[in-house]
């Protein structure tokens, strides 16, 4: 890592483990799908391995606060870094984002400030940064070019993990839920240098899962880089942007990989599969990384035998208000026992007394 403050900014973070999916990869005839369960980390999300580097560089810098625009995870991270470490930390966030995402950065000792767009958000930051000399753990330019280049090499260590983890073997694939790409570029920078070490054979395929799709779109035709396009509203709210970075699709460019536009739809299908299926509940713009190969098997873009790892970034409990979509009202228990059987029949579809 570009760090060498001793000791570093740590809460942990990292060494996560990475589970076969068994049961959806026999469904989807994919014997080798794979999952990096990032829930586990301090902060319940990835945002941990950029931030205890980001963060360890601003103590490296001198800085005495610490800045960030995010909706929810990032945020959080920063803050909870930010404490370990000391340093105050202003988030400019959206006034969109659901309660339980402000209640998790404002605890950590942030002060947590609401804008109306996320130009706005930026444009305050950008004053922060260069006025007072505030330390960035995200970008703060339009359009977006991706976060502290410090903190995005903590993900090469996600990269180092799974190699190791299948036997100092490649995956074929790595699905990853893609905004502005740190996450995703930073894996593939990891992978390339583990493959320029001799430790892996192959460079995996990068595949971004994006609701709006500028990187697939700018794959389609040939841009230079990606231009915006058309947003909207998503339930994977924390991806849901409608630019793309030039650092993304560089990643997919040279790992072959693609751009994968998905739907609320398809997010909430992704999302009760890996929860009721395999026992792992993640935000909805977590399970985009599974709706995007959900969609790519369906299009028989993915081999049987490929091996396929897709990030799961965050946990459910971020954004517990968008499962309810999916979800039945809890009933009320009767007192009378068979009374509880024929309500789970009924409310459940369970026939449990035979």
């Known amino acids: 890592m570009p760090v060498t403050a001793d000791p570093p900014v740590t809460l942990g973070e990292g060494a996560t483990p990475l589970i076969h999916l068994e049961r959806l990869g026999r469904r989807l005839g994919l014997g080798r799908l794979y999952a990096k369960d990032e829930s586990r980390n301090p902060t319940w999300s990835y945002k941990d391995r950029l931030c205890a ?13 610490v800045t960030i625009t995010s909706t929810g995870n990032h945020g959080a991270s920063t803050a909870a870094y930010a404490a370990r470490a000391g340093l105050a930390c202003v988030i400019f966030t959206l006034a969109s984002v659901p309660e339980t995402m402000k209640t998790l950065m404002q605890a950590y000792g942030a002060a947590v400030v609401a804008c109306p767009t996320p130009e706005s958000r930026w444009r305050l930051m950008r004053q922060g940064v260069e006025r007072l000399g505030w330390y960035p753990t995200s970008g703060f330019s339009v359009p977006p070019i991706g976060s502290n280049p410090y903190g995005i090499e903590g993900y090469k260590t996600l990269a180092y993990e799974v190699a190791e983890e299948l036997g100092w073997q490649a995956p074929d694939l790595v699905v990853v839920p893609s905004a502005y790409s740190d996450g995703l570029s930073g894996i593939a920078k990891g992978m390339t240098e583990l493959h320029a070490l001799g430790l892996i054979k192959t460079i995996p395929r990068m595949v971004a899962a994006e609701p709006f799709g500028p990187l697939a779109h700018a794959l389609e035709r040939g841009l230079e880089a990606p231009a915006p396009v058309e947003g909207g509203d998503s339930v994977a709210f924390s991806i849901a942007s409608r630019y793309g970075t030039y650092q993304g699709l560089a990643a997919l460019r040279a790992s072959h990989g693609i751009g994968v536009r998905i739907t609320d739809e398809g997010v909430f ?21 599974l709706t995007a190969v959900l969609q790519l098997r369906h299009r028989k873009a993915i081999d049987p035998d490929e091996v396929v790892v897709v990030v799961l970034t965050s946990g459910g409990l971020k954004d517990p208000r968008a499962s309810r979509a999916w979800l039945p009202a809890v009933p009320a228990a009767p007192d009378d026992f068979d009374a509880v059987l024929a309500l789970l029949r009924a409310h459940y579809g369970l026939v449990l007394d035979r």
Request: aromatic share 2%; proline share 3%; net charge negative.
């Open 269 to 289: 299908e992704a999302q009760r599969a890996l929860a009721r299926e395999e026992g792992l509940f993640v935000e909805p713009s977590s399970a985009a990384a």
């Open 53 to 65: 580097v980001a963060v360890t560089h601003a103590v490296e810098s001198g800085a005495r606060v």
